[in-house]
């Protein structure tokens, strides 16, 4: 078996832009040197792994992946000179033996890094630490079968149907934090079910819920170790601790509402009423008050003159966001054949609701349509025939994650210093430009009823929200942008079911 992967040879290199191939850290000679590996099963091992980080990471990601890995050699070689493959030991025992090791030999255990997208000092355990942890994850999702009794279930494994958001690559469930043993249990038989019957989204928060339950019980309640233990006081405790010591959100409302769902759903697997009655409906407080925030005409101007500098795709979809009003899941996970004509030459654009998981349609103007088929013609030419309009740069079949959208936004605020009005750095939120959208509506004087069905809405009770932002949002440097927007809004309304006159 060759002992050498060699950076050149792996699919991010191969199928490098011609952009990538001029930065100065393209390094296609460099290579894995497996040659002083133990000459056991953990050569195919690692050979898969390396190939397949070669195929989820861009080429200079990748590269940053042979320090770890030289450090890794050399502690195999010290460690463990005889080992026949990573699953003979167990992560933790890895894990502690490699933090001996680091210590040691004079390396720190942890490291910190400065986040480009936001600029904060973050503290993250050493790159052995954290290339450790990848390799046994990786190989534990490359045992074929669903493992229900491991701490980290892969949901490509569970037999289940599960709703899952495209613009958000979820790959697994980690039960790791819940400390108690047969709260553990308990909570895999009720998130199992709960995969089957609700999106992944919401099993995602209930288990944010639970994880942040456990930690209180391991802190205050040591002896707690099921949920059938729970009682009204300790339910009572956790309220207290919510509202009063818990940092990170400023309300638990929806926290504490997914945390008695787990409850319920508990008390009926384990036939136990009391777990269903534990928490009342006057525990979970009131959800506040919607403030729904837009951006200024000044604040919008700054945004699209500096996503229009960016990557061409991702402003392509960026702006396709902001005239179609649409979530940013219906944006980024928009089909090629989403458009359609209809009579008298009028275009209409199909979009599927992640969110509801319904499908409806809405009038577009020619230049909507023309910047949707630009951007197909860009994934066309540069990935080949796909579903979607806007991809995963790595795997072209998916679509464009959410979270490359995020991270581009956040690093162009942050090296361009963009400014609210108020002279704070401008936040980050692709929600805000559907409020823009709404919010321009009603200021056209458009019926509640037409603009629900623009937005996607099932009815009008979310509009006063719209109607409650401020007007003064208007300056007369931006006029022509806004009259640009009026325009394409007006297409719209006018083009909504056919004949129709919206705007009298």
Known sequence: MDKKIFLKDLYCYKNATEVIKKHKLFCPDRCFDLSKMPETEILEEMKKFICERGMELTPLSIRADLYPFNLLNKFLCSVYPQIQSFLDITEDEMIKKAKVWLLKNGKNLTQTRKRTETGNIQVEDAELIKYIHKIYRYLKKEIHFFDYESDRWYLAMIPIEIQRNPVKNVKSISFEKIKQLEIKNQVKCVIYMHLSTVALGTVLAEMTAINRFSQFLNERYIDIDSLEEVDRKVCEDYLVYINTEAIGRKSYSKDLSHLRSIFVTAGKVLENEKLENLFFRDDLGKVPAKLYKVYSHAELKRLNAAIVEGDEQIARALILHQLLGTRISETLSLEQDAIREGREGRFFIRIKQIKTRKTFEKPINEDIRQLFEKSCEYTQAKYGNRKYVFVNDTNPDQAMQYSRI???????????????????????????????????????????????????????????????????????ETRQMRNFMDEILTDVIHEWEGDRNIIK
Not at 412 to 432: A, C, F, P, W, Y
Not at 455 to 476: I, W
């Open 406 to 476: 995020q991270y581009q936004l956040m690093v162009m605020i942050q090296k361009q210093n963009l400014r609210d009005d108020s002279g704070e750095l401008i936040g980050v939120g692709t929600h805000i430009w559907r409020h823009c959208y709404g919010k321009r509506l009603t200021e056209m004087h458009v019926d509640d009823v037409t603009i629900a069905k623009l937005l996607g809405h099932a009815n009008t009770s979310n509009l006063k929200h719209y109607r409650k932002v401020g007007d003064a949002l208007l300056a007369n």
